[in-house]
């Protein structure tokens, strides 16, 4: 048996960013959501495709997201866990980010 996966990467523009905040640890975290757009085929037929997705950096990816700004085309790679203990919906949490428009970094 294969071992269960969890890893998403998604391409789009940054639509709100949380102010940067610290874990009782010290570690930076950054909340933000990412808007998705792009054409699809599906069953044979083009389809167009467009989602929100909140997301939340931890570490020096969340430092590195402190300069970004609403706009900003991002491309994220990841992982899907739940937002909390009482609400299941799904948060994108970034591993690593690439800074596509807007911002000359990323990591």
């Known amino acids: 048996m ?56 931890l570490g020096e990816t969340a430092l590195l997201l402190r300069g970004a700004r609403p706009g900003d085309g991002v491309r994220l790679a990841g992982f899907l866990a739940a937002k909390s203990l009482k609400s299941r919906q799904p948060v994108l949490h970034v591993e690593r980010i690439e800074f596509t428009e807007g911002m000359n970094h990323g990591i």
Not at 11 to 18: A, M, N, Q
């Open 2 to 57: 294969t071992a269960p996966e969890n890893r998403l990467t998604i391409s789009g523009g940054i639509l709100e960013l949380e102010q940067l905040r610290h874990t009782p640890a010290g570690v930076p975290v950054l909340a933000f959501r990412i808007a998705h757009a792009s054409e699809r085929i599906e069953a044979g037929q083009q389809r167009r495709v467009e989602c929100e997705l909140p997301a939340v950096a």
